[in-house]
């Protein structure tokens, strides 16, 4: 039975970059497994933060795949991005991984996808995952509609999406870079 269920939601804001993640595993479509995991994690020195969404197992692995490529590209986060994506264009890795990251340093942010895709958010919002669009709707109107700062938008944007999301729920995480 796969085990599923989070939000990550990640906001770009006068120079802090904030993502947030809920703690909800689920397995299947009616059981909470646990409620205070962490998903959400700072990686290649403190320097990198990443959450991750989709199939446990598949999350672990495009995470670890990912910090691999920022340990041999000196954490170019960009090219250890497309390198990872590539990966799965030509063929190296066996399968495609049923998971997606964003991941963020002080200058970018990119989501990541198990199947090789790299997508850079137009507007410095994003999220992914079971609430991911809740949690979107309500980073993008707090951006525009409030002077708060990208913690407070993403955390808050996570409780937003806790309220409409039965995959999400209330236990959050948040790094800022």
């Known amino acids: 039975m796969e085990m599923r269920g989070t939000t990550i939601c990640a906001v770009k804001r006068n120079g802090m970059t904030a993502i947030a993640g809920d703690g909800q595993v689920t397995m299947g479509e009616s059981v909470i497994l646990k409620g205070n995991a962490i998903k959400v994690k700072r990686i290649y020195n403190d320097k ?9 197992s598949d999350a672990f692995s495009l995470s670890e795949k990912f ?8 954490g170019n986060l ?10 799965w264009r030509s063929d190296k ?5 049923d998971a997606l ?9 990119y989501i990541i996808s198990g199947s090789g895709e790299v997508i850079e958010p137009e507007s410095g919002v994003c ?12 980073a993008r109107a707090l951006v525009v509609n ?12 996570l409780l937003i999406a ?3 999301c039965v995959f999400t729920n209330d236990h959050i995480t948040v790094e800022v870079v």
């Open 48 to 56: 990198v933060v990443i959450g991750f969404a989709g199939s446990v």
């Open 162 to 164: 806790s309220e409409l």
């Open 101 to 109: 990251i964003i991941a963020a340093d002080k200058e970018s942010l």
């Open 127 to 138: 999220a992914i995952g079971s609430g991911g669009n809740y949690a979107l709707a309500a």
């Open 67 to 74: 910090e691999e490529m920022l340990q041999k590209y000196s």
């Open 78 to 87: 960009m090219r250890s991005a497309v390198e990872l994506a590539e990966l």
């Open 146 to 157: 409030t002077e708060l700062s990208a913690d407070d938008i993403a955390k808050k944007s």
């Open 93 to 97: 890795l066996p399968r495609k991984l």
